[in-house]
């Protein structure tokens, strides 16, 4: 399963150093990443700061310390996951008509908006507000990043594309654990006003950079305008190019979207993406991004510090930063193999990595609940658990946005990211009832719970997910039309596909001739 790449149609140059400016391109909007990371460890260190527990939280007379009640620990973390819900929700509406890079900019501005409103009030209403509002941004921001990046990289440079996008996250996380262990001894609200600053650097970046970036050419065809894809697609690709790459790869975009158009042309797409072979395409995308929620990962990110602080664990902060580190290794790691190594292996690993991480820690809690020794054995296979997780993790966003095609690619997969965030808002709301001693308790002996459903995942991976490395979009398209079993989309050869990429190579050439 690791070995030889897939029989492609893809006309490009195979190799990294032609398409780095579209490796660039893609790197500043997966800065939107960065944010999603940066929220992640942000808030989920606030839960420790006594400056931000004196705002929000009360003082805890039995215990002599400050605290935060489970309720108001709940809304805080997961309003902004309900948030990404509605945002993700409606990506594929707001894009039919404006497109990706609008989208971008509208996350940009509702994020600012967001922010100021969480630096200026004192009030716990306005803050869930600005959750809310927060939780919308970063749902637009992770769905349109990744629609875009999907449809602008070159088949072969997705999985780079995508691993620096969770690199970009990881990033965030490891820089907002730093902020917060360096602002959490100042006791007064600028231990979490200084942190919540750092929100408005990368909206500002990646807006300010999409003024010089071009539109999906996918998306272009999607909508009549040719002229304008083939545009986008020559901005996107390296100036050197060979005409007759540029111009076969082009004309496989617009042939198989020209069909597909002709399919779901003025229908429903909310219908649409159910009929026919489209309805094994939006379950395997809604499928394998929910491998995300699935997982446990969203109990272990935004409470790790407030977990390893109520285990007792001295230096907590510190460990969750150690944790986050392991997590941008884990993605680097990849880095370097997601070139060589199929998708379905990297997934099949991480999923079973997850799950044994999770039985590892809930039997050392088991075993010796509250002792030095089960503690350390918590921190040490969280930091695993992370490190597996985050290497496998972006292929599976990849995947699901191969998996659909170019006219329901935003309906489908923002209704996949969608159900994804409900998931991790179940996790997050949830998690404090088993967890915080105030309610069961449970502690780390939670990640049983997590083992089973890592199993489930493992079980599904294996029988039911279909390899893509190194197929463009529309052989994919191809292979689905085709019916053919997931075992054996490695081996198809895309004859349609093929004849595309061909066919205006020999037409030009003709008239050149001429």
């Known amino acids: 399963m690791a070995g030889g790449a ?47 527990l004196k705002v929000f939280g009360y003082y805890d007379d039995v215990a002599g310390k400050w605290a935060i009640d489970p309720t108001v620990q709940q809304l805080i973390s ?49 803050l869930y507000f600005a959750r809310l509002v927060l939780g919308v941004s970063v749902g637009w921001f992770l769905t349109f990043a990744q629609v875009y990046i999907n449809e602008a990289a070159p088949a072969h440079l997705r999985g780079i594309a995508f691993a620096v996008y969770q690199s970009q996250l990881s990033i965030g996380s490891i820089i907002g654990a730093a902020i917060d262990y360096g602002t959490h001894n100042m ?110 990962s969203s109990w272990i990110n935004i409470y790790t510090t407030y977990f390893l602080t109520t285990a007792g664990v001295s230096e907590a902060f510190s ?40 039985l590892a820690f809930a039997i050392s809690w088991t075993v010796a609940p509250g002792t030095v020794e089960a503690a350390k054995v918590v921190i040490a296979f969280i930091s695993l658990f992370t490190f597996f997780y985050v290497a496998y993790a972006p292929y599976a966003w990849l995947m699901g946005g191969e998996y659909v095609s170019n006219h329901l690619r935003a309906h489908t997969f923002g209704l996949a990211t969608a159900l994804n965030f409900l998931g991790n808002w179940l996790g997050v709301f949830t998690a404090p009832y088993f967890i915080n001693p105030a309610s069961l308790g449970w502690s780390a ?18 029988f039911f997910i279909p390899e893509t490395r190194d197929r463009t979009l529309e052989e994919i398209n191809e292979i689905f039309e085709a019916k053919v079993p997931a075992r054996k989309f490695k081996s198809y050869v895309c004859t349609g596909t093929e004849a595309m990429a061909v066919a205006s190579v020999v037409e030009k050439r003709e008239k050149d001739i001429c």
């Open 6 to 52: 897939v029989i492609s149609a893809n006309p490009l140059q195979l190799d990294v150093r032609s398409h780095l400016k579209c490796l660039g391109i893609c790197f500043i909007v997966t800065i939107s990443s960065f944010q999603y990371g940066l929220d992640y460890a942000l808030v989920g260190g606030f839960m420790a700061m006594p400056g931000f």
């Open 78 to 126: 997961s309003l902004m996951t309900i948030g990404t819900f509605v945002g993700s929700l409606s990506v594929g509406p707001f894009s039919s008509k404006f497109g990706r890079r609008h989208g971008l900019w509208m996350a940009s501005l509702l994020n600012c908006f967001a922010t100021a409103v969480m630096i200026g009030t004192t009030n716990l209403g306005a």
């Open 187 to 296: 006791p007064g609200m600028e231990s979490y006003r200084i942190p919540l600053a750092v929100f408005f650097v990368a909206p500002t970046i990646q807006g300010v950079a999409l003024f010089f970036f071009p539109e999906s050419p996918r998306w272009l065809m999607t909508q009549g305008r040719g002229a304008e894809a083939e545009a986008a697609l020559r901005r996107l690709r390296h100036r050197h190019i060979k005409e007759s790459e540029l111009q076969a790869e082009f004309n496989e975009i617009r042939t198989s979207t020209v069909e597909q158009m002709e399919l779901h042309n003025g229908k429903n797409m909310w219908v649409e993406m159910w009929r026919g072979t489209n309805r094994r395409r939006s379950l395997l995308c809604i499928a394998i991004i929910c491998f995300h929620c699935a997982n446990g």
């Open 319 to 358: 460990y969750s930063t150690m944790v986050t580190c392991m997590g941008l290794i884990g993605v680097l790691a990849s880095l370097f193999i997601v070139r060589y190594i199929d998708r379905r292996v990297i997934v099949l690993s991480g999923v079973g990595a997850c799950g044994l991480c999770q």
């Open 445 to 462: 002996k939670y990640g049983y719970i997590w083992f089973a459903s890592n199993a489930i995942l493992f079980i599904f991976t294996f």
